[in-house]
């Protein structure tokens, strides 16, 4: 989860992999050639991201363009079977 657990008073949530030190990947895709380039960065949190990034080839693999992709992919499905509702993209 993330959010500092935030997302526990809403109703449904949904969450996007990949951000900042959320390590995700535990190894560097193997058929990663070097871009995007992994800085010289020692720790957990700092690799956890890191060895994540070898797997985004395009910006539509970054975390924020697909958080912002399952944003509006909501929209399409739910926003029409509601009068009122509350979108939170954090």
């Keep these: 989860t993330g959010g500092e657990n935030y997302h526990t008073d809403f109703g449904m949530w949904d969450y996007v992999r990949g951000h900042e ?14 871009t995007p380039a992994l800085p010289a ?8 991201y890191d060895t994540s990034r070898t797997w985004f080839r395009d910006e539509a693999d970054f975390p924020g363009p697909r958080t912002m992709q399952a ?9 029409g079977h509601h009068d009122r509702f509350f979108l939170f993209v954090d």
């Design 71 to 79: 944003t509006a992919d909501w929209l399409d499905r739910n926003a």
């Design 41 to 48: 960065t020692e720790g957990w949190v700092h690799r956890g």
């Design 21 to 34: 030190g959320d390590p995700w990947r535990l190894r560097e895709d193997p058929s990663w050639v070097g």
